[in-house]
């Protein structure tokens, strides 16, 4: 897995609540929220998430209250319904108290409230998921999540922008060119071989790889969906 990213950047002040908690004797409060790291999303990881889960538990008597976020807006969806089934079936088994909350649903945030969760696992893919927006909702409850915050989720989902920062701090970055669908389809617009990706869109969907001797660009960009 990657390096763990901490919700909300507030682990440090849970942390000293806890220590001064057990200093004084006094127990968790009923709904308190702790954050847990963000492992990524493939069922490859799964076992890793159970572990971290575990490891927190010792530190607490109670187990937690987990709402996972599955399904969503976007054309990723049955993606993320089958990473959440995962996660679920993960938390379960050590024990936690798991939701599944889908956004896509009606009065969702009415049910995510109503749970009282002690944390978010963010489960959803792509548009909604992880551009920030949903993110956003999750701060205004003030619930933490296992993933990056508004901000870095934003520019990380919009590749056009994630290219400007990544460029301005000195990385290297590959030649690309941002342009809409339809022109690309006219003519290559840069020599063979490249990759087409949707600006904002997650996993690969809608990536094309325009390999060498391809003599027109793909076709599919031409298609309404």
Not at 20 to 46: E, F, V
Not at 48 to 63: F, G, H, P
Not at 99 to 119: H, R, V
Not at 172 to 201: E, S
């Amino acid at each position: 897995a990657g390096p763990a990213a901490f919700a909300n950047g507030k682990c440090s002040q849970v942390r000293e609540n806890r220590r001064r908690r057990l200093n004084s004797g006094q127990a968790p409060p009923s709904g308190g929220r702790r954050i847990i790291p963000n492992l990524g999303w493939s069922k490859g990881n799964l076992n890793s998430i159970a572990v971290c889960l575990s490891i927190l538990d010792k530190e607490r008597e109670t187990m937690a209250r987990v709402a996972v976020l599955q399904g969503g807006l976007s054309p990723e969806r049955p993606v993320s319904l089958s990473t959440a089934a995962g996660v679920a079936a993960a938390c379960t088994r050590l024990g936690h108290t798991v939701e599944a909350i889908d956004p896509a649903e009606p009065f969702w945030p009415e049910k995510l409230k109503a749970f009282n969760a002690e944390i978010a696992f963010n489960a959803l893919h792509g548009e909604w998921g992880e551009d920030g927006r949903i993110l956003g909702v999750l701060d205004y409850l003030s619930i933490p999540y296992t993933i990056s915050g508004v901000m870095a989720s934003a520019l990380a989902m919009d590749k056009a922008r994630a290219r400007a920062v990544l460029g301005a701090a000195g990385c290297p970055i590959a030649k690309g060119l941002v342009m809409h669908r339809q022109d690309a389809a006219r003519a290559h617009p840069m020599p063979v071989p490249y990759v087409v990706k949707p600006n904002t869109g997650g996993s690969s969907f809608g990536v094309f790889i325009v390999r060498e001797g391809a003599n027109r660009p793909p076709e599919q960009l031409l298609d309404p969906d």
